[in-house]
């Protein structure tokens, strides 16, 4: 699962419409690597006037600071795989955040799936038979535990295997 929650002053994501094509981005940008939609949340966090404070001020421009949790897929310990990651991610974020001239700020948090869930379900693994379905189906159901299992969980091995099969 990945979780992006985005802290923001109220001058910076106003209106539905600015959100929902923010999200609509974001969930593409998973769904390319195969992880289901409905794994994709985002918590848009308004702060109240004053509440958010940059360098011991209150931004004078709207300001987004982002924390990503992924729980679904991890990357591999690599400063490259780092920076493909992370310029990917500047390029979604440039014609919601960066374009309109906001300052932000995100990090990303990878974390264990040991302790993950979802709808009671332990998820399947990474690119596995069973994921796959629950990515076409974009809802959690049942699996077999067989389908469940693949050998390697990491990202860029997955992908790599992606772009070899073409």
């Known amino acids: ?75 591999d310990d690599d400063a490259d795989v780092y920076h493909r990651v992370t310029e990917s991610f500047e390029q ?19 974390t264990p799936r040991d302790l993950w869930r979802v709808n009671g379900f332990i998820p399947p693994g990474f690119g596995s038979v069973a994921e796959k379905k629950w990515f076409d189906l974009n809802k959690p159901v049942p699996y077999e535990p067989k389908d469940g299992v693949v050998e390697d969980t990491k990202l860029s091995s997955a992908a790599k295997a992606e772009a070899d099969s073409k």
């Open 1 to 75: 699962m990945p979780l992006w929650l985005v802290y923001h002053t109220p001058d910076s994501f106003v209106d539905i419409e600015s959100k929902q094509a923010f999200v609509k981005d974001v969930t593409a940008w998973y769904m390319r690597i195969g992880l289901p939609a409905f794994y994709v949340i985002v918590n848009f966090l308004p702060m109240a006037p004053g509440t958010i404070w940059k360098g011991a001020e209150i931004p004078s421009k709207p300001f987004v600071r982002m924390s990503m949790d992924h729980i679904a897929v991890r990357l």
């Open 92 to 110: 979604l974020l440039k014609p919601h955040i960066a374009d309109k001239g906001y300052d932000y700020e995100y990090h990303v948090d990878e």
